[in-house]
T-cell receptor
Framework: KQEVTQIPAALSVPEGENLVLNCSFT??????LQWFRQDPGKGLTSLLL?????REQTSGRLNASLDKSSGRSTLYIAASQPGDSATYLC???????????FGGGTRLMVKP | NAGVTQTPKFQVLKTGQSMTLQCAQD?????MSWYRQDPGMGLRLIHY???????DQGEVPNGYNVSRSTTEDFPLRLLSAAPSQTSVYFC???????????FGSGTRLTVV
């Protein structure tokens, strides 16, 4: 059974810093890995998805990498802004790709 | 707009009452699933469906029923609500070989 862990659980940084959020998974035979953003009291917004055959994906100031051999994915946020403050979740589906297992999330606060 | 629509957004129930949380998607996705999100517990899978007429249990199915009579709809039924079912419920959908999951905006349920 896939287990997904995110460290740290919370992170506070000053505006402008580059930062890395970590996601670890136990089963390296993953189908893909998806990063989500969740604002307080809101739903999940998909940020990036990395297929198992890919090493990284980029969208604007966000870059996600995947290393299956080490069971890790990282989400890199460049030049952080207060608007980036949210909880970031990573998730990986089961073998058939139809059920997501989530990490506990990293709650990010970017201070002006 | 294409996406996953959940209704209602908020609901308060008394212990023992029944209700149905609605979920509909217009993307012709085969896979649909229900998650609940609780503080300190993260997002956990309740039930999922890989197509019309096919459903299966997730990690925390007790107290919930589902059915999938059409591709578009995947309602979640609480037959006799309990305070332990106070949570935020998210519906999600995807398709085989997908580019990731799409989530609804959630239903915040309080059972008193």
């Amino acid at each position: 059974k896939q287990e997904v862990t995110q460290i740290p659980a919370a992170l506070s940084v000053p505006e402008g810093e580059n930062l890395v959020l970590n996601c670890s998974f136990t089963d390296s035979a993953i189908y893909n890995l998806q990063w989500f953003r969740q604002d307080p009291g809101k739903g999940l917004t998909s940020l990036l998805l990395i297929q198992s055959s890919q090493r990284e994906q980029t969208s604007g100031r966000l870059n996600a990498s995947l290393d299956k051999s080490s069971g890790r994915s990282t989400l890199y946020i460049a030049a952080s802004q207060p608007g980036d403050s949210a909880t970031y979740l990573c998730a990986s589906p089961g073998e058939a790709g139809n059920m997501l297992t989530f990490g506990g999330g990293t709650r990010l606060m970017v201070k002006p | 707009n294409a996406g996953v629509t959940q209704t209602p957004k908020f609901q308060v129930l008394k212990t023992g009452q029944s209700m149905t949380l609605q979920c509909a998607q217009d993307m012709n996705h085969e896979y649909m699933s229900w998650y609940r999100q609780d503080p300190g517990m993260g997002l956990r899978l309740i039930h999922y469906s890989v197509g019309a007429g096919i459903t299966d249990q997730g990690e925390v199915p007790n107290g919930y029923n589902v059915s999938r009579s059409t591709t578009e709809d995947f309602p979640l039924r609480l037959l006799s609500a309990a305070p332990s079912q106070t949570s935020v419920y998210f519906c999600a959908s995807t398709f085989q070989g997908s580019v990731g999951y799409t989530f609804g905006s959630g239903t915040r349920l309080t059972v008193v």
